[in-house]
């Protein structure tokens, strides 16, 4: 297959300085091993290779991002998402052979009426999975007399990650009225994997809000190094019998954000309007993404601002000619660079996340006559829905620090070494790369994992 040619101009164009990092990588030219095995980059009597610096790339991407653009302590699993967007939006990427698809799959969303049956599903597109870790504190943790140097206050009872599946797939109770038949006993509600994807994303949420400040919580989750089965996480789809729905019609030009996300959200304890421009940026689709999107926009000036709908008002053609300049150069077309700002009120970085998650809407009248099944359609090929579904743990990324502003990222990578027939783990920290024996304490406290199909 004939390659994409390359943009004149390379310091702005994504995929050269992709291609750039990549070369770097696996080039071998930055990877020479140490001759004297107790070398260090602290030891000035032995040379070392300085490693890879990506300033041009980190420049790229991180422009026009109020958090990624500065040199404050970022959130890897916001850039991983960050960079999915630039990725999928790339002028150079086919839809159809987006290298993002190979993490994308379908969740599906099923509420039942607890008083007259009636069921509804919802299936959404994701590329990941942010799961909550359960807290369970030591006894003695909460009994303040036992805080000595010998209690273990703060330490929490170690988890599988069976169990924080089984939890984010479980059957909740929540409380909404019935469209249908009027009752306001609520739903029972219950999330499973239409299909899993090639490459499997995993984000432990292990934190707290105190104060509204998000605190990182210690908890040590199990995960073994057999490959895991999904397939009890699997939907078997629509049961016969079952009774649908009908669906609620909104009102044009108000945004109704999905209750069931929001009184998640509420009960968090997000402001009413947070919730609502969290939402609304992130596709009105799941509590997760809201709350990352909250996190990640805690410091915007307007947050509490109420959310201000500009789509209808047809007002585009105002909008601000470097900001639609700089999201045509992440390869965003003009007509949707002018919706996506008349949306978010002229915010680049709320434009990105709402072109990534609107990618029906391509800017225009909907009168040109044009096709709006092609991400319909790629949503059917989302992933797969074979069993036994397989994976094996390949790679995490783990914090390093007590505080979620501040710390290091290391990553921890299983893969093929010269001379060995099995695979082992490999550390990297920045420009340390090295082979590592035992590596179950960093995945107990891992912040990312990265799953396999096997």
């Known amino acids: 297959m004939e390659e994409p040619p390359l943009s004149a101009d390379p310091a702005h164009d994504l995929e050269t300085q992709m291609r750039k990092l990549a070369d770097g990588i696996l080039s071998g030219r930055y990877s020479k091993a140490e001759t004297?095995?107790?070398?260090s980059p602290d030891s000035p009597e032995v040379p070392h290779q300085k490693g890879i610096a990506p300033t041009m790339f980190k420049h790229l991407v991180g422009r026009c991002h109020e958090e990624f653009s500065t040199m404050r302590q970022q959130d890897a699993?916001?850039?991983?998402?960050?960079?999915?967007?630039?990725?999928?939006?790339?002028?150079?990427?086919?839809?159809?052979?987006?290298?993002?698809?190979?993490?994308?799959?379908?969740?599906?969303?099923?509420?039942?009426?607890?008083?007259?049956?009636?069921?509804?599903?919802?299936?959404d597109e994701q590329d990941n999975i942010s799961i909550p870790v359960p807290a369970r504190r030591f006894p003695c943790a909460d009994d303040p007399s036992l805080s000595n140097d010998k209690a273990p206050v703060d330490l929490f009872e170690p988890v599988t990650l069976q169990e924080c599946l089984d939890n984010f797939t479980a059957?909740?109770?929540?409380?909404?009225?019935?469209?249908?038949c009027g009752s306001k006993d609520g739903f029972r509600k219950r999330s499973l994997f239409k299909s899993l994807p090639q490459?499997?994303?995993?984000?432990?949420?292990r934190f707290e809000l105190i104060n509204w400040v998000p605190t990182k919580l210690d908890i040590p989750v199990e995960?073994?190094?057999?490959?895991?089965?999904?397939?009890?996480?699997?939907?078997?789809?629509?049961?016969?019998?079952?009774?649908?729905?009908?669906d609620n019609e909104t009102p044009q030009g108000r945004f109704e954000p999905n209750e069931i996300a929001f009184q998640q959200l509420l009960g968090m304890g997000f402001p009413e309007k947070r919730i609502e421009k969290a939402l609304h940026a992130t596709g009105n689709s799941d509590a997760e993404s809201a709350m990352n999107w909250l996190l990640a926009h805690m410091e915007d000036p307007?947050?509490?601002?109420?959310?201000?709908?500009?789509?209808?008002?047809?007002?585009?053609?105002?909008?601000?000619p470097v900001k639609i300049a700089a999201l045509s150069e992440m390869g965003i077309d003009v007509p949707r660079a002018k919706r996506a700002l008349a949306a978010t009120n002229g915010d680049v970085n709320r434009a990105l996340d709402w072109v990534f998650s609107h990618p029906d809407d391509d800017g225009g009248d909907g009168n040109d006559g044009g096709s709006s099944n092609t991400d319909a359609q790629l949503r059917?090929?989302?992933?797969?829905?074979?069993?036994?579904?397989?994976?094996?743990?390949?790679?995490?990324?783990?914090?390093?620090?007590?505080?979620?502003?501040?710390?290091?990222?290391?990553?921890?990578?299983?893969?093929?070494?010269?001379?060995?027939?099995?695979?082992s783990w490999v550390m990297f920290n920045d420009e340390k790369v090295v082979k590592v024996d035992d590596v179950r304490e960093m995945k107990q406290f891992a912040y990312l994992y990265f799953f396999t199909r096997v």
Not at 223 to 246: A, I
Not at 305 to 320: R, T, Y
């Open 36 to 39: 004297n095995i107790n070398a």
């Open 171 to 180: 059957e909740e109770i929540v409380e909404l009225n019935c469209p249908s």
């Open 223 to 246: 995960v073994g190094e057999e490959p895991l089965d999904f397939s009890l996480y699997m939907s078997c789809g629509p049961e016969e019998g079952e009774e649908l729905l009908p």
């Open 302 to 320: 307007d947050i509490d601002e109420p959310l201000v709908l500009d789509i209808n008002e047809k007002n585009d053609g105002n909008q601000d």
């Open 380 to 423: 059917e090929t989302s992933g797969f829905d074979a069993v036994p579904a397989k994976y094996q743990l390949r790679s995490i990324v783990c914090h390093k620090g007590s505080s979620v502003h501040a710390g290091h990222y290391v990553a921890f990578v299983r893969k093929a070494l010269p001379g060995k027939s099995e695979l």
């Open 199 to 205: 490459q499997l994303v995993i984000n432990a949420r």
């Open 77 to 123: 699993f916001e850039f991983l998402l960050h960079l999915f967007k630039l990725v999928s939006l790339s002028r150079h990427t086919d839809k159809q052979l987006n290298p993002i698809q190979s993490f994308r799959f379908l969740v599906e969303q099923r509420l039942q009426c607890m008083s007259c049956n009636k069921v509804r599903y919802r299936v």
